[in-house]
């Protein structure tokens, strides 16, 4: 049943107003709708909704990703807007510049305003 459906992501927010800035301003996303309990996002068929909680920030994986298909130019691009990419040092996973090579393609992180951890990936095989 559930295979059928669309899929959103949900991404907490303990200030709306930092969260908006920081979603349209740095991001680029207009918000197509928003309401007492969150702004609503679109991207390519699908849509984030950030909402207000006290919740936010307290995930420590990764809550929302996106698939890009040059990660090198996504990290600079979002870098040259002010996102800082996470640096991660492990015995078999060592980020290069924020960026890491996995087995299935290159991956990044960051994090918005809230502490919620945003990933990008670039898949060797892309995902339809």
């Known amino acids: 049943m559930l295979r059928d459906l669309p899929v959103h992501t949900t991404l907490p927010a303990s200030d709306m107003a930092r969260a908006r800035r920081f ?74 510049n924020g960026v890491v090579q996995t087995p299935d393609g290159k991956a990044a992180w960051f994090k918005d305003t809230e502490g919620n951890i945003i990933g990008l990936v670039q898949l060797d095989e892309p995902m339809a």
């Open 23 to 96: 979603y349209e301003e740095t991001l680029g996303f207009v918000a197509d709708r928003a309401r007492a309990g969150g702004v609503v996002y679109r991207a390519a068929g699908s849509w984030i909704l950030v909402y207000p909680s006290s919740n936010a920030g307290t995930n420590k994986a990764t809550a929302c990703g996106f698939q890009v298909t040059d990660i090198a130019a996504a990290v600079a691009e979002l870098k040259g807007r002010g996102v800082r990419f996470e640096e991660y040092d492990m015995p078999d996973f060592k980020t290069v």
